[in-house]
């Protein structure tokens, strides 16, 4: 039987849930170098991980804490996005890869902030006043011919929400070509809702928010102020407010902690297999990758080999296996 010494050295921010309270606190920079807020994304992206992304009023103190001089405003990660209009009678399954179909440019105009479906099939961002016709969706269904259903006069879209969610599932919600050409179809050259809307809020990293100390009641209607959050540090309690993402502002970025974690393991092989082909060592990479979701690491995680230094022999002294070392991310 040939074995191979592996070790596993884990070099990540993301760990087996019993770690997370000790070791997912992030550390945050702040950045007195006034950008618009795309271009602080990009900045911190280069540099760190993202714009600041906060969970909790600690993470508000820390970079309260970080801030020496007058800063009335920085940029935040939070920032207005489009998102389908979800229910609890909803199909919707966490993770299922998205399909959009926005006409040149629409997706940017969240000011108009509500989604329709035009004569060719593309998506434009309009606004939600307008009176359109609109197309509903019954999520028990699965053939597009039956999923949806065309309404029967013109209302604005969140008339025409209430009148889908009352008799079906809500506004219809697009996900795939096919049902994106059903509904083409279904709306004979005019023009129809979706249940698309603008005014969903999102972090920078892709994490949805779930601390969002906005003062005093919330953030403005789409385009009033406008699309990004900005912390507004001289405010009591600190707060959040909405403003305009091309405004240049200074702004708060934020690193993930990493830790090293060193594992071993030995495998045994039969003689004649070949444990440096690369299909086996694929397999190996694959049976390791489960055993890491096994124990709770299941995001971030990427993996690839690496070598040590064989060590010189003496004559006396018999031949061994060099050691392969599993490294990630």
């Keep these: 039987m040939e074995r191979t010494l592996l070790c596993i050295l884990v070099l990540s921010g993301v760990f087996p849930p019993r770690d997370t309270s000790s070791l997912r ?13 795309a271009d602080a994304r990009q900045h911190c992206r280069d540099r760190h991980t993202d714009l ?37 009678d909803d199909d919707h399954k966490e993770g299922e890869e998205a399909y959009w179909n926005w006409g040149s440019g629409e997706q940017l105009k969240k000011e108009l902030h509500c989604g329709s479906v035009g004569e ?19 999520a028990s269904k699965t053939a597009p011919s039956e999923r949806f259903s065309l309404g029967p006069d013109a209302r604005n879209w969140r008339d025409a929400q209430s009148y889908c969610r009352g008799r079906y599932t809500g506004l219809a919600r697009v996900r795939n070509r096919a049902e994106n050409e059903q509904l083409q179809k279904m709306a004979r050259g005019d023009r129809v809702w979706i249940g698309l809307s603008g005014t969903d809020w999102a972090w920078s990293d892709g994490a949805q928010p779930s601390f969002t100390p906005w003062r005093p009641r919330g953030p403005s209607a789409a385009g009033a102020l406008g699309d990004c959050a900005v912390l507004v540090l001289d405010s009591k309690p600190l707060a959040m407010s909405d403003g305009d993402c091309a405004e240049k502002l200074p702004f708060f970025c934020y690193n993930d902690p990493m830790r090293k ?19 086996v060592m694929d397999s190996i990479m694959k049976w390791v990758e489960k055993k890491l979701s096994d124990k709770g690491v299941t995001e971030d995680v990427k993996l690839s080999w690496w070598k040590l230094p064989e060590k010189e022999t003496k004559p006396e002294e018999e031949e061994t296996e060099p050691m392969e070392l599993v490294c990630f991310p």
């Design 52 to 88: 600041a992304a906060v969970n909790d009023e600690e993470d508000l103190g820390k970079l309260s804490g970080l801030i020496a001089g007058d800063v009335p405003r920085a940029f935040l990660g939070l920032y207005r996005t489009w998102g389908w209009t979800l229910t609890d």
């Design 120 to 138: 060719a099939g593309q998506w434009f961002a309009t606004n939600c006043s307008v009176s359109l016709n609109f197309t509903c969706y019954d």
């Design 261 to 279: 974690v060193l594992l071993r393991l030995e495998l045994s092989a039969d003689p004649y297999a070949d444990m440096r082909a690369p299909d």
């Design 25 to 37: 606190k992030r550390l945050f920079n702040f950045v007195d170098e006034p950008k618009a807020w």
